[in-house]
């Protein structure tokens, strides 16, 4: 073998291993910043809920919908579920149940708009934040908050409550608390 010929393999494998590392140094640090943006949307989110769980506005019956809401967008599989519809394109199935959920958190959400804005406020972002969360963290589904953030049509409060209502078996979500939210 010519000395050259060596020489130039040694390069191109050196170059491409150069490559290589900075590929995947530029996927950790995108992928740690997913993680800590999906952290502080987490930490929005639970500062919500815990907030509208103390507050004696909302209804219980709002109340349970938020710990259940909280507890769907923490399942991984949820995630993967509505992800992979909304990229299909489909809608979200939803019983007579699950449409009334979502239409009581709305009601309550606008009749509490003019009179207590700050608690409408605190519902929106338990939904708001809760739904970026659950798809920025997981890497089976981050690719679906582009769509979300491109298409606003997607983006409100109705739509986000009936995507993640839709994977909720009649109120039988087992609840998690905010300290193993994380793990």
Do not use: C
């Not at 506005?57 to 949820?78: C, E, G, H, Y």
């Not at 606008?110 to 890497?139: E, Q």
């Amino acid at each position: 073998m010519h000395p050259t010929f060596s020489i130039v393999l040694i390069l191109i494998a050196a170059a491409l291993a150069l490559t290589v590392l900075s590929w995947m140094r530029s996927y950790a640090r995108r992928k740690r910043h997913d993680l800590l943006q999906a952290r502080e949307a987490l930490d929005k989110h639970f500062q919500a809920l815990e907030a509208i769980v103390q507050s004696p506005i909302p209804s219980d019956n709002v109340k349970r919908l938020m710990v259940q809401f909280s507890t769907a967008i923490n399942q991984r599989s949820v995630a993967i579920d509505i992800s992979r519809a909304m990229f299909a394109g489909q809608q979200p199935t939803l019983s007579s149940g699950q449409r009334a959920a979502v239409a009581r958190i709305l009601d309550e959400i606008d009749s509490l708009a003019v009179s207590k804005s700050s608690t409408a406020a605190r519902l929106r972002d338990v939904i708001g934040y809760g739904f970026a969360a659950m798809f920025i963290r997981w890497p089976e589904t981050d690719f679906a908050m582009s769509d979300v953030v491109v298409n606003e049509a997607r983006g409100d409060v109705a739509d986000k409550a009936a995507w993640v209502m839709s994977k909720i078996d009649d109120v039988t979500v087992p609840v998690r608390s905010r300290s193993t939210a994380y793990a």
